[in-house]
């Protein structure tokens, strides 16, 4: 079965400081992965997708296939980044398979 | 151009009713998928269609039902309504159904069952 393990509830740090929120996913095969993020009375919205190999908002987040990982980076947190974070997989259309999500609270 | 909207946006229902949530997806999307998210279970697939015709399902009761119009509406029905049914449930729209469409999220209905 697939899941997507986000070990964190939240996360908290300083503005300016390094972000890293943590996504464990298992799979046997190869899925896409996703980060969603919903900000503060907002809808939930796509951050990124590991295929686009983008970054928005400053995030970035690599595909570990050994690890199984697609952790969630940041250089510098800003306060505008506080936010629910959920990563999610898909193994085929659009059945989207959510973590417990990570909240992000960045203080000044 | 519009987002995604759902109908309505609130409701209070009474064990054992049935309910029927509405989902308006943004034009020219023809994916329509439902989710239900509650604080204990997070975020749950419950079922996606697309062009009318129900392309996965997750894994809940057959008391949960959905459909989709020929103008990509799409519409779920609870029956029998429990306790547990209350949730948030949200409606999401993308160009198609394969994978790697971007889904668009709406604001969600939230239901609370007494």
């Not at chain 1, 997708?49 to 908002?57: D, M, Q, T």
């Not at chain 2, 029927?20 to 994916?31: E, N, V």
Request: net charge positive.
């Amino acid at each position: 079965a697939q899941r997507v393990t986000q070990p964190e509830k939240l996360l908290s740090v300083f503005k300016g400081a390094p972000v890293e929120l943590k996504c464990n996913y298992s799979y046997s095969g190869s899925p896409e992965l996703f980060w969603y993020v919903q900000y503060s009375r907002q809808r939930l919205q796509l951050l990124l997708r590991h295929i686009s190999r983008e970054s928005i908002k400053g995030f970035t987040a690599d595909l570990n296939k050994g690890e199984t990982s697609f952790h969630l980076k940041k250089p510098f947190a800003q306060e505008e980044d506080s936010a629910m974070y959920y990563c999610a997989l898909s193994r085929y259309g659009n059945k989207l398979v959510f973590g417990a999500g990570t909240i992000l609270r960045v203080k000044s | 151009k519009a987002g995604v909207t759902q109908t309505p946006r609130y409701l209070i229902k009474t064990r054992g009713q049935q309910v029927t949530l509405s989902c308006s997806p943004i034009s020219g999307h023809r994916s329509v998928s439902w989710y239900q998210q509650t604080p204990g279970q997070g975020l749950q697939f419950l079922f996606e269609y697309f062009s009318e015709t129900q392309r996965n399902k997750g894994n809940f009761p057959g008391r949960f039902s959905g459909r989709q119009f020929s103008n990509s509406r799409s519409e779920m029905n609870v029956s029998t309504l429990e306790l547990g049914d209350s949730a948030l449930y949200l409606c999401a729209s993308s160009l198609d159904g394969e994978q790697g469409y971007e889904q668009y999220f709406g604001p969600g209905t939230r239901l609370t069952v007494t």
